[in-house]
């Protein structure tokens, strides 16, 4: 049977979301999910960086946090043992791991720092309660190029592209027309920050500029923008910790603030991590391992896989894919703490294969109280893809080809 328009768009879209088996018009052969693999950001931690900005960008000091800067946190812990019992009910249900023994087709990878390494840590401890599963990572803080390509000398960029690139995402006017839209919410965080204070403070004193990429360093903001990212996330960390009202933004920043001061992240983002350029030049090192596990059939390949890693990780991941998501409480494509983007390999009887990208995520208040019990999972389209007549849906092989960049 044969739908156009709407209606066609709708049943496609109904069958994406079913969390199993993937529905579809008679006569094509259903689908179902075989493989997964995920692309996760650390959990919550406190800023990197013991005094987190500037002298002067707030009018009183930062709040204690109790670990080490960049450490995962008690509740961040906490928070991804429950997302991680929410995926392993899906993987169960998919038939992707066993329902009570301990799996062994799985695959972890995570970042060396800490923070990456606890997360894995912990989130195997959700997915395999009582199992011991192996975590492939360098020794912490020992840096590992499979996460910052670029910066390591092992993807160079041409830095005439990647300015084009930038350009492109910043649009006309340059910088300064684009902060110039940002500043009532310029204002509002500077609010927050200094409260009444009379002397200098804030982030909006200095003009935001665009550091150019070189053949071995990113593209960088400084200024406005770059500070207001830095602190609207210092915020959101705050918030999700647990911590109390008087310590979340020295008891000015409410929900609706966090949610608002989100945008400079996701916009550091959009601008400097998402162009597809640069995106699938920092990934380089990741996307072999990702096209590995969708595509290896031997007995013994991992049904699901995860990497622990960074924000700008999955940023490039989105980039490349052309991924867009709102998680609850949290800004437009603003990666998440412990959130994920799930990639699910899909198979015919005929032994056809095709992949779909879902993004996986605790909400902001979930994240406060550190439970998982209705988390964020939303099929997303990805851009350019349309198998079988379904928007944003991959054959295996265009989905590797857009993964190569």
Same mark, same amino acid.
């Given at each position: 049977?044969?739908?156009?328009?709407?209606?066609?768009?709708?049943?496609?879209?109904?069958?994406?979301?079913a969390?199993?088996p993937?529905?579809?018009e008679?006569p094509v *052969? %259903?689908l179902?999910?075989?493989r997964?693999?995920?692309?996760?950001?650390?959990? @919550?931690r !406190?800023?990197?960086? &013991?005094?987190?900005?500037?002298?002067?960008t707030?009018s009183?000091?930062?709040?204690s946090w109790s670990?080490?800067?960049g450490?995962l946190?008690?509740?961040?812990?906490?928070a991804?043992?429950?997302?991680?019992?929410?995926?392993?009910i899906g993987f169960?249900?998919a038939g992707?791991?066993?329902?009570?023994?301990?799996p062994?087709r799985?695959?972890?990878?995570?970042?060396?720092?800490q923070?990456?390494?606890?997360?894995a840590?912990h989130?195997a401890k959700?997915?395999?309660p009582?199992?011991?599963?192996?975590?492939?990572h360098r020794?912490?803080?020992?840096?590992?190029?499979l996460?910052?390509?670029i910066?390591?000398g092992? *993807? %160079?960029?041409?830095?005439?592209?990647a300015?084009?690139?930038v350009d492109?995402? @910043?649009? !006309?006017?340059g910088i &300064?027309?684009l902060?110039?839209?940002?500043?009532p919410?310029l204002t509002r965080?500077?609010?927050v920050?200094?409260?009444s204070?009379a002397a200098?403070?804030g982030?909006?004193?200095?003009?935001?500029?665009?550091?150019?990429?070189?053949?071995?360093?990113?593209?960088?903001?400084?200024g406005?923008?770059?500070r207001?990212s830095?602190?609207?996330?210092?915020l959101?960390?705050?918030y999700a910790?647990?911590k109390?009202?008087?310590?979340?933004?020295?008891?000015?920043?409410?929900a609706?603030?966090?949610t608002?001061?989100g945008?400079?992240?996701?916009?550091?983002f959009?601008?400097l991590a998402?162009?597809?350029y640069?995106?699938a030049?920092?990934?380089?090192?990741l996307?072999?391992r990702?096209?590995?596990?969708?595509?290896?059939?031997s007995?013994?390949a &991992?049904k699901?896989a995860?990497?622990a890693?960074?924000?700008?990780?999955?940023?490039?991941?989105?980039g490349?894919?052309?991924l867009?998501w709102?998680?609850?409480?949290?800004?437009a494509d603003?990666p998440?703490?412990?959130?994920?983007?799930?990639?699910?390999?899909?198979?015919?009887s005929?032994?056809?294969?095709?992949v779909?990208?879902?993004?996986?995520?605790?909400s902001?208040?979930?994240?406060?109280?550190?439970?998982a019990k209705?988390?964020?999972?939303?099929?997303?389209?990805?851009?350019?893809c349309?198998a079988?007549g379904?928007?944003?849906?991959?054959?295996?092989?265009?989905?590797?080809?857009?993964?190569r960049?």
């Amino acid at each position: 049977m044969r739908i156009s328009g709407t209606g066609r768009t709708l049943a496609a879209l109904a069958a994406l979301l079913a969390s199993g088996p993937l529905a579809a018009e008679t006569p094509v *052969a %259903p689908l179902q999910v075989d493989r997964v693999v995920l692309m996760m950001r650390h959990g @919550i931690r !406190p800023p990197t960086k &013991a005094q987190p900005m500037p002298i002067g960008t707030a009018s009183a000091a930062w709040p204690s946090w109790s670990v080490k800067p960049g450490w995962l946190t008690e509740h961040g812990a906490n928070a991804i043992v429950a997302v991680a019992d929410f995926d392993r009910i899906g993987f169960v249900k998919a038939g992707l791991l066993p329902s009570t023994d301990c799996p062994t087709r799985i695959a972890l990878l995570a970042d060396s720092d800490q923070r990456t390494i606890a997360t894995a840590a912990h989130y195997a401890k959700g997915l395999a309660p009582g199992c011991t599963l192996t975590i492939d990572h360098r020794p912490q803080d020992e840096p590992d190029p499979l996460f910052n390509q670029i910066d390591d000398g092992h *993807a %160079p960029l041409d830095p005439k592209r990647a300015a084009a690139a930038v350009d492109a995402e @910043i649009g !006309p006017g340059g910088i &300064a027309a684009l902060e110039r839209t940002m500043k009532p919410l310029l204002t509002r965080l500077d609010r927050v920050l200094c409260g009444s204070a009379a002397a200098p403070c804030g982030v909006a004193r200095e003009a935001t500029r665009v550091l150019p990429a070189t053949a071995t360093s990113r593209p960088k903001l400084s200024g406005a923008l770059d500070r207001a990212s830095t602190a609207a996330q210092i915020l959101l960390l705050e918030y999700a910790e647990g911590k109390p009202a008087a310590d979340v933004g020295w008891g000015r920043a409410k929900a609706a603030d966090i949610t608002a001061f989100g945008a400079f992240h996701a916009l550091e983002f959009r601008l400097l991590a998402r162009p597809p350029y640069i995106a699938a030049h920092n990934l380089a090192g990741l996307s072999p391992r990702i096209a590995n596990w969708l595509s290896d059939d031997s007995p013994t390949a &991992a049904k699901v896989a995860m990497i622990a890693g960074h924000d700008t990780n999955v940023a490039n991941l989105a980039g490349v894919l052309g991924l867009h998501w709102r998680v609850p409480g949290i800004a437009a494509d603003d990666p998440v703490p412990g959130g994920a983007i799930q990639l699910e390999r899909l198979s015919d009887s005929k032994g056809n294969h095709y992949v779909r990208a879902v993004y996986r995520a605790q909400s902001l208040t979930e994240l406060r109280a550190a439970t998982a019990k209705t988390p964020y999972r939303k099929v997303l389209p990805i851009a350019g893809c349309k198998a079988r007549g379904v928007d944003g849906l991959c054959t295996l092989s265009d989905f590797l080809a857009k993964l190569r960049g």
